[in-house]
């Protein structure tokens, strides 16, 4: 672990100190989150960066409304089409 040091506005001080490693925890995988949506790390990096397993990290993430796959129902019905139609083709 290492300790960094960084500017935050006062008010936020009462939030960025965590009382138990459980909050702790949501704070980091929440700094990580904005690098698994660019794409710059995957949810299973930032579960390894956290010490945590990957279906974890997803749990956790679904617990505080962040989704794991963000799709439209029309985008993943799309990908289910595709999906049924190759099974047909390969047969």
């Known amino acids: 672990m290492a ?6 506005p ?3 001080i ?6 138990n490693k459980d909050e702790q925890l949501k704070i980091n995988a929440m ?7 660019q794409g710059t790390i995957s949810h299973g990096r930032a579960a390894e960066i956290l010490g945590i397993f990957k279906m ?4 956790l993430y679904g617990k505080m409304g962040l989704p794991y796959i963000e799709m439209s ?8 089409e595709t999906v049924r139609y190759l099974k047909e083709v390969m047969k």
């Open 73 to 80: 129902e029309d985008e993943i019905e799309e990908e289910l």
């Open 14 to 19: 009462e939030f960025a100190m965590p009382s």
């Open 3 to 8: 300790v960094v040091s960084m500017e935050i």
């Open 31 to 37: 700094i990580l989150y904005p690098y698994i949506q």
């Open 56 to 59: 974890d990290l997803i749990t």
């Open 10 to 12: 006062d008010e936020m």
